[in-house]
């Protein structure tokens, strides 16, 4: 697969103050009251126990950046210096954003400092009042409407759709399995959902797939590729293509291994647009459907695959891959 995109590798990693606190304190240090000036007693405000962390990372596992949620209240956003106007702060905002989307809020708000206002006007916050003064720094009020800016196509429901689409397809070998896989990749323009045991390389280190995957994720900034795998240690020891497009595309890629202490069913699925599912029931094997439309089957494993998601972490060792 060919591609000239370069782009410079952020993982942004969402975590909790229990684990983290330590790291966070000292980024935010770094750049509030050591480069702001703004009073230490200020900037730890006691909220941070409740909030939900991102900790943006960069080549070598090196921190770079971090921000919080609060409710429905971004705050805290602070890129070191060194790493600024090279996209950590969008790659932070986004992850806050694909979250927010995911749980179903209705709006994001925080207070921007001035100089930053159009850093978050690009990517669709409006000021909501006026002027303020925070820690000796002026401050705007701003908030995302997230329906409007999840950009998703808003299309009447056809009153039937072609019995075709429809159609349960049987799928029972590797070729096949790979074949669908391609289609869903090539067909999808807003997410794909893939919980895999361990990324099969019959059907997903395959050229066709990854540029699927590579189109996608670089078509839209609000575009989810959202990988999850229950065992990846044979990803860290040999070379996988979709393993290796993640690690380019790390801020719009993301790929995380399962909670070792969460069951599931579940054996290996990938999910289209709401719309496309391919289930594989055989571990170990190839035996399961194809439905190039079925939004309530596609919804429900979504679900399943979000609760799953919220409960895992990115993998260390792949994201040493980077250095």
Same mark, same amino acid.
């Given at each position: ?17 229990? #684990? #983290? ?22 900037? =730890? ?64 708000? =925080? ?24 820690a000796g720094i002026p401050h705007r009020p701003m908030a995302l409407d997230l329906p409007r800016f999840s950009h998703r196509r808003v299309e ?56 699927? $995957? ?27 293509? =979709? ?27 990938? $999910?289209?647009?709401?719309? #496309? ?30 609760? =799953? ?15």
């Amino acid at each position: 697969m060919t591609d000239t995109i370069d782009f410079f590798p952020i993982t942004v990693e969402q975590t909790d103050w229990q #684990s #983290s606190g330590d790291l966070l304190t000292r980024l935010r240090h770094r750049v509030f009251v050591e480069e702001q000036g703004v009073p230490e007693s200020e900037e =730890l405000d006691g909220k941070d126990g409740e909030a939900l962390h991102w900790i943006a990372w960069g080549q070598g596992d090196v921190p770079m950046g971090t921000a919080r949620l609060v409710g429905n209240r971004i705050g805290r956003m602070a890129v070191l210096e060194e790493y600024r106007d090279k996209g950590v702060g969008s790659a932070l905002l986004r992850a806050i954003i694909n979250h927010a989307l995911r749980t179903g809020l209705q709006t994001l708000v =925080l207070d921007a400092q001035t100089h930053a206002l159009r850093f978050y006007r690009g990517v669709g916050f409006e000021t909501t009042g006026p002027e303020f003064m925070d820690a000796g720094i002026p401050h705007r009020p701003m908030a995302l409407d997230l329906p409007r800016f999840s950009h998703r196509r808003v299309e009447p429901q056809p009153a039937s759709v072609d019995d075709e689409l429809r159609r349960r397809i049987a799928v029972e070998s590797a070729d096949d399995f790979a074949r669908h896989a391609e289609a869903i990749a090539r067909g999808s323009d807003r997410a794909i959902r893939l919980f895999s045991d361990q990324l099969d390389r019959a059907l997903y280190d395959q050229e066709g797939f990854c540029e699927g $995957v590579l189109r996608l994720a670089t078509r839209h900034p609000n575009a989810e590729v959202m990988i999850l795998v229950r065992d990846t240690a044979d990803l860290v020891s040999r070379h996988h293509r =979709l393993v290796e497009l993640f690690l380019r595309l790390t801020s719009r890629i993301q790929l995380r291994k399962l909670n070792p202490e969460r069951e599931t069913l579940h054996t290996e699925f990938l $999910v289209g647009d709401e719309e #496309s599912v391919l289930y594989n029931q055989l571990a170990g094997g190839y035996q399961g459907y194809y439905y190039r439309y079925a939004p309530l089957e596609a919804r429900r494993l979504g679900q399943d695959f979000d609760s =799953l998601w919220d409960s895992s972490a990115p993998d260390p060792a792949i994201r040493r891959l980077h250095i």
